[in-house]
C-alpha cells in the first residue's frame, strides 16, 4: 500500500510545481533529494539579493510608516507615538497643500504637454524614411542629460535680462518676464523644462508601438479605400497605440511626480511656496528641517500616490503582455 | 525589421513639411545645450553684454574649461561619479544575476514569493525611503563616505527583473547540458548564462550608470564633503559658491558633465534606447 501512496504524493508536487517534469520517476527519494539540493541552491544564489532586498527595501518600507507615527526628529534621544497626528498637521498645513497641488497642475502640464508632442514628432519620424536615426537622436538627447546641469543652463536661457527667452521676447516685441521669480510663471516653467526632458522618452515609447502595429491592418484599411495618410492614422494608427499611449501617460506622470532636480537647482520651492513640489518638501522637512516624522509622513502620502498610479500601469500592461 | 509599416512613399510636399516641423522641433529641444556651449565660450563682459551671437567675439574658451577643470573641482566630481557608478553596477550585477538565475532556471520553495517581492521593491519609489536609509547609514556610521553613496542600490529590483526575464528565454538544455558537463551551479550563472544574456547586461549597465551619473537626491543627503560629491551635486555646490558672477565656468563645468553620457549615446544609441525603456525598444 505505501508504494502506490508515495507515487501519488510525488506526483501531486509535481502538478503543483508546474509539471514540467514528464518522465515517470521510478523511486521517489533520489528526485526528492535533487529537489533539496536545487532548492539549496537556489536559496544560496539568491541569498545575498534577499538580504539585501529585506534591508534595503523592506526594513526602510516599513520604517517609513513607522517613524510617520511618532514625532521624532533627528537627533532627539526620545520619540513617543503620535498616531495619526503627522497626516493631520501635514494635510492641515498651507505649505503641504501648496506642495500637492503644484505638483498635481505640474502633472497636469506635464503629462499632455509629452504625450502630444511624444506622438507627434514620433508620428512624423515614421510618415517618412529619411534621417529617422537623426532625428530620433537629437530629441531623445534632453532624456539623457543630467538634469541639474541642464537646469542650470535653463536659468541662463531664462534670466530676465541677459536670458536669450527674453532677448527673443524684446526683440519681436513682446512683454518680458522674470520667469523663474515670478510666483505666476515658476511652475509652468518648470513645467516647460520637465516636457522638454521627457518628450523624447515619449517619442522612443511611441515609435516602439508604432513598429508593433501589424502590416496586414494598414492593407486592409488600404482595401476599404483609406489611402489617405490621415485616414490611415484615424483608424488604424491611432486605435493601435492605445495600451501604449496609457503606458505613457502613467510613466510620465510617475516622473512628473517624481522631480526634485529642477525645483532643487532653480527656485527652491519658491517665490513664496509657488514652486514647491512635494519631493523637495519631502526632502526640506525631512533632511534641513529635520522633522523625520513629518517627512515620513509625506512620504507615505508620495508612496500611495506613485504605488497608485503604478498598479494602473501593471493592471493595463497585464492585459498586452504576460511575463512568462 | 525594416519598421516601414506606416511608411508610404510621401509626396515630395508632404516630405518637405516634414521635415521642416522635426528641424524646428530639433532645433528647439537643443537651445538649452547651443546656448550652455556658447556661454561657456564667451568672457564674463560678453556674457553680461548679452547678444543673440552664439560664437563669442573675444574666445574665452580655454579659460573657461580650465577654471572649470581648477576652481570647480570637476575633475574630482567626475571621478567620484566614476567610482560611485562603478562600485554600485558591480556589486549590482554580482547581487542580482545569480536571484535572477534562481528565479528563471531553478524550482524551489518560496520562488513565487522571491518574485512578489522584487515586483514590490520595483513598486518603491527610492526617494520614500530616504528617511530610514539616511539612518541606517547613520548607524552603520558610514555617512559621508563613497559607501553612503553606493549601499542603498546595492540590489535593484529592475535589474533581476530584467535578468530574469532574459534567462527564461534560454533554453533549459542549455543549462542541462552544463550539469551534465559537471559545472556547478554557480559556474553556470557566470560562465553560460550571463555571456548569452549578454544584451541584457549592456542594457542594464546604461540604465544603472546613468541613472546614478544623474542623480541628486541621494547624494544630497548622503555626502556633504566636496571631495566625495558626485557630478550633478558638484554642479549645484559650485553654482551657489559662485552665485552667478563666473557664468562662462558654470556653464563649462555644466557641459562637461553632460558631455561624456550624450557622447556615449550617439555612438551607441540603439543600445541606451533600450537599456533607458527598460527593454521595451529593440
Given at each position: 500500500?505505501?508504494?502506490?501512496?508515495?507515487?501519488?504524493?510525488?506526483?501531486?508536487?509535481?502538478?503543483?510545481?508546474?509539471?514540467?517534469?514528464?518522465?515517470?520517476?521510478?523511486?521517489?527519494?533520489?528526485?526528492?533529494?535533487?529537489?533539496?539540493?536545487?532548492?539549496?541552491?537556489?536559496?544560496?544564489?539568491?541569498?545575498p539579493a534577499?538580504?539585501f532586498l529585506?534591508?534595503l527595501?523592506?526594513?526602510?518600507?516599513?520604517?517609513?510608516?513607522?517613524?510617520?507615527?511618532?514625532?521624532?526628529?533627528?537627533?532627539?534621544?526620545?520619540?513617543?507615538?503620535?498616531?495619526?497626528?503627522?497626516?493631520?498637521?501635514?494635510?492641515?498645513?498651507?505649505?503641504?497643500?501648496?506642495?500637492?497641488?503644484?505638483?498635481?497642475?505640474?502633472?497636469?502640464?506635464?503629462?499632455?504637454?509629452?504625450?502630444?508632442?511624444?506622438?507627434?514628432?514620433?508620428?512624423?519620424?515614421?510618415?517618412?524614411?529619411?534621417?529617422?536615426?537623426?532625428?530620433?537622436?537629437?530629441?531623445?538627447?534632453?532624456?539623457m542629460?543630467t538634469?541639474?546641469?541642464?537646469?542650470?543652463?535653463?536659468?541662463?536661457?531664462?534670466?530676465?535680462?541677459?536670458?536669450?527667452?527674453?532677448?527673443?521676447?524684446?526683440?519681436?516685441?513682446?512683454?518680458?518676464?522674470?520667469?523663474?521669480?515670478?510666483?505666476?510663471?515658476?511652475?509652468?516653467?518648470?513645467?516647460?523644462?520637465?516636457?522638454?526632458?521627457?518628450?523624447?522618452?515619449?517619442?522612443?515609447?511611441?515609435?516602439?508601438?508604432?513598429?508593433?502595429?501589424?502590416?496586414?491592418?494598414?492593407?486592409?484599411?488600404?482595401?476599404?479605400?483609406?489611402?489617405?495618410?490621415?485616414?490611415?492614422?484615424?483608424?488604424?494608427?491611432?486605435?493601435?497605440?492605445?495600451?501604449?499611449?496609457?503606458?505613457?501617460?502613467?510613466?510620465?506622470?510617475?516622473?512628473?511626480?517624481?522631480?526634485?532636480?529642477?525645483?532643487?537647482?532653480?527656485?527652491?520651492?519658491?517665490?513664496?511656496?509657488?514652486?514647491?513640489?512635494?519631493?523637495?518638501?519631502?526632502?526640506?522637512?525631512?533632511?534641513?528641517?529635520?522633522?523625520?516624522?513629518?517627512?515620513?509622513?509625506?512620504?507615505?502620502?508620495?508612496?500611495?500616490?506613485?504605488?497608485?498610479?503604478?498598479?494602473?500601469?501593471?493592471?493595463?500592461?497585464?492585459?498586452?503582455?504576460?511575463?512568462? | 525589421?525594416?519598421?516601414?509599416?506606416?511608411?508610404?512613399?510621401?509626396?515630395?510636399?508632404?516630405?518637405?513639411?516634414?521635415?521642416?516641423?522635426?528641424?524646428?522641433?530639433?532645433?528647439?529641444?537643443?537651445?538649452?545645450?547651443?546656448?550652455?556651449?556658447?556661454?561657456?565660450?564667451?568672457?564674463?563682459?560678453?556674457?553680461?553684454?548679452?547678444?543673440?551671437?552664439?560664437?563669442?567675439?573675444?574666445?574665452?574658451?580655454?579659460?573657461?574649461?580650465?577654471?572649470?577643470?581648477?576652481?570647480?573641482?570637476?575633475?574630482?566630481?567626475m571621478a567620484n561619479g566614476l567610482i560611485v557608478c562603478a562600485l554600485i553596477l558591480v556589486l549590482q550585477i554580482l547581487i542580482c544575476v545569480p536571484c535572477a538565475?534562481?528565479?528563471?532556471?531553478?524550482?524551489?520553495?518560496?520562488?513565487?514569493?522571491?518574485?512578489?517581492?522584487?515586483?514590490?521593491g520595483?513598486?518603491?519609489?527610492h526617494?520614500?525611503?530616504?528617511?530610514?536609509?539616511?539612518?541606517?547609514?547613520?548607524?552603520?556610521?558610514?555617512?559621508?563616505?563613497y559607501a553612503a553613496l553606493v549601499f542603498p542600490y546595492v540590489v535593484s529590483p529592475f535589474g533581476i527583473f530584467l535578468f530574469?526575464?532574459f534567462?527564461?528565454?534560454?533554453?533549459?538544455?542549455?543549462?542541462?547540458?552544463?550539469?551534465?558537463?559537471?559545472?556547478?551551479?554557480?559556474?553556470?550563472v557566470w560562465?553560460?548564462m550571463l555571456p548569452?544574456a549578454l544584451p541584457a547586461l549592456i542594457a542594464f549597465s546604461i540604465f544603472s550608470v546613468v541613472g546614478h551619473w544623474n542623480d541628486?537626491?541621494w547624494p544630497?543627503?548622503a555626502?556633504?564633503?566636496?571631495?566625495?560629491?558626485p557630478p550633478p551635486?558638484?554642479?549645484?555646490?559650485?553654482?551657489?559658491?559662485?552665485?552667478?558672477?563666473?557664468?562662462?565656468?558654470?556653464?563649462?563645468?555644466?557641459?562637461?558633465?553632460?558631455?561624456p553620457l550624450?557622447?556615449a549615446f550617439?555612438?551607441a544609441?540603439?543600445w541606451f534606447?533600450e537599456g533607458m525603456?527598460g527593454g521595451?525598444?529593440?
Open positions: 500500500m505505501s508504494e502506490p501512496l508515495a507515487h501519488s504524493s510525488v506526483s501531486d508536487k509535481r502538478s503543483r510545481t508546474g509539471g514540467v517534469r514528464t518522465f515517470p520517476s521510478p523511486t521517489a527519494s533520489p528526485a526528492r533529494r535533487r529537489a533539496s539540493t536545487e532548492a539549496l541552491a537556489a536559496w544560496t544564489l539568491a541569498g534577499v538580504f529585506f534591508v527595501f523592506f526594513l526602510p518600507g516599513i520604517g517609513v510608516f513607522v517613524i510617520a507615527l511618532t514625532d521624532w526628529q533627528f537627533g532627539a534621544r526620545s520619540l513617543s507615538f503620535v498616531g495619526f497626528a503627522n497626516f493631520g498637521e501635514v494635510f492641515a498645513d498651507a505649505g503641504f497643500r501648496a506642495s500637492l497641488v503644484n505638483t498635481i497642475t505640474y502633472v497636469l502640464i506635464i503629462v499632455p504637454g509629452t504625450v502630444v508632442l511624444g506622438l507627434l514628432i514620433a508620428l512624423l519620424i515614421e510618415s517618412g524614411r529619411s534621417l529617422r536615426a537623426f532625428y530620433r537622436a537629437i530629441h531623445f538627447l534632453p532624456f542629460a538634469l541639474t546641469a541642464m537646469a542650470v543652463a535653463w536659468e541662463a536661457l531664462l534670466h530676465p535680462t541677459i536670458g536669450l527667452v527674453n532677448l527673443t521676447l524684446v526683440a519681436i516685441g513682446l512683454p518680458t518676464a522674470n520667469w523663474l521669480g515670478d510666483e505666476n510663471t515658476a511652475l509652468p516653467v518648470l513645467a516647460v523644462i520637465g516636457i522638454w526632458q521627457n518628450l523624447g522618452y515619449a517619442m522612443v515609447l511611441f515609435l516602439a508601438g508604432l513598429k508593433s502595429i501589424p502590416q496586414d491592418l494598414y492593407d486592409a484599411a488600404d482595401v476599404d479605400g483609406a489611402d489617405i495618410w490621415l485616414d490611415r492614422l484615424r483608424t488604424v494608427t491611432l486605435p493601435m497605440l492605445g495600451p501604449v499611449s496609457m503606458f505613457v501617460v502613467i510613466v510620465v506622470a510617475v516622473r512628473a511626480f517624481e522631480s526634485f532636480d529642477t525645483v532643487k537647482v532653480l527656485t527652491q520651492g519658491g517665490p513664496g511656496h509657488a514652486s514647491e513640489a512635494l519631493l523637495y518638501t519631502l526632502y526640506r522637512e525631512s533632511f534641513e528641517y529635520l522633522h523625520a516624522g513629518y517627512g515620513a509622513a509625506i512620504a507615505v502620502v508620495f508612496l500611495a500616490i506613485v504605488v497608485t498610479l503604478t498598479l494602473v500601469q501593471a493592471r493595463v500592461v497585464d492585459r498586452k503582455v504576460h511575463y512568462q | 525589421m525594416s519598421g516601414s509599416n506606416s511608411t508610404v512613399r510621401l509626396a515630395p510636399a508632404a516630405a518637405i513639411l516634414r521635415h521642416t516641423v522635426l528641424l524646428v522641433s530639433g532645433a528647439l529641444v537643443l537651445v538649452p545645450f547651443v546656448w550652455m556651449v556658447s556661454l561657456s565660450l564667451k568672457p564674463p563682459g560678453e556674457i553680461f553684454r548679452a547678444s543673440f551671437s552664439f560664437w563669442p567675439a573675444e574666445f574665452h574658451g580655454v579659460e573657461n574649461y580650465t577654471n572649470a577643470l581648477t576652481e570647480a573641482p570637476l575633475p574630482r566630481y538565475y534562481a528565479l528563471a532556471k531553478l524550482r524551489f520553495p518560496g520562488r513565487d514569493l522571491l518574485f512578489g517581492m522584487v515586483l514590490v520595483l513598486l518603491l519609489p526617494q520614500v525611503l530616504s528617511l530610514p536609509l539616511f539612518i541606517l547609514g547613520y548607524q552603520l556610521g558610514i555617512l559621508n563616505t530574469r526575464q534567462f527564461k528565454t534560454i533554453p533549459d538544455d542549455v543549462v542541462h547540458a552544463a550539469r551534465l558537463d559537471g559545472l556547478s551551479e554557480l559556474a553556470i560562465k553560460i548569452i541628486l537626491f544630497l543627503i555626502v556633504r564633503d566636496q571631495s566625495l560629491m551635486l558638484g554642479i549645484m555646490a559650485f553654482k551657489n559658491e559662485e552665485a552667478g558672477s563666473d557664468y562662462g565656468t558654470l556653464m563649462a563645468a555644466s557641459t562637461l558633465v553632460v558631455a550624450l557622447i550617439l555612438a544609441q540603439k534606447l525603456t521595451a525598444v529593440k
